[in-house]
């Protein structure tokens, strides 16, 4: 038992469909071109849209070059300096905070 119809020749299935569309009306015609537009737009629009702000945006790092004969000295003391600095940025962000908990009566 067979599920779908035997293929047919591509000009016999030509034939049925000009004569199935043939015997419509031209409402129906209207209908179904109108049907087969709307749904090609809106596939086209979906293809158009996948490649719209897709990629993400082009980032520069920028890499602190430093010289090859540097002594460990010179390394631990760029480190602490770092760390300083990071200290305090966390101290900023910190009181920015405090600040805000202070506007809100937050404790």
Excluded: H
Aim: charged share 25%; aromatic share 10%.
């Amino acid at each position: 038992m067979s599920v779908l119809p035997p293929l047919q020749n591509p000009k016999v299935v030509y034939r049925d469909l000009k004569a199935f569309l043939s015997r419509r009306s031209r409402e129906n015609m209207i209908a179904l071109g109108l049907a087969l537009l709307f749904t090609v737009v809106i596939i086209f629009i979906f293809f158009i849209d996948a490649k719209v702000n897709t990629a993400p945006p082009p980032t520069i790092t920028y890499v602190e070059s430093y010289s090859a004969n540097r002594t460990d000295a010179d390394i631990k003391a760029d480190q602490v300096k770092d760390q300083k600095k990071a200290e305090a940025r966390a101290k900023e962000r910190q009181a920015q905070f405090q600040e805000i908990a202070n506007t809100f009566g937050i404790k």
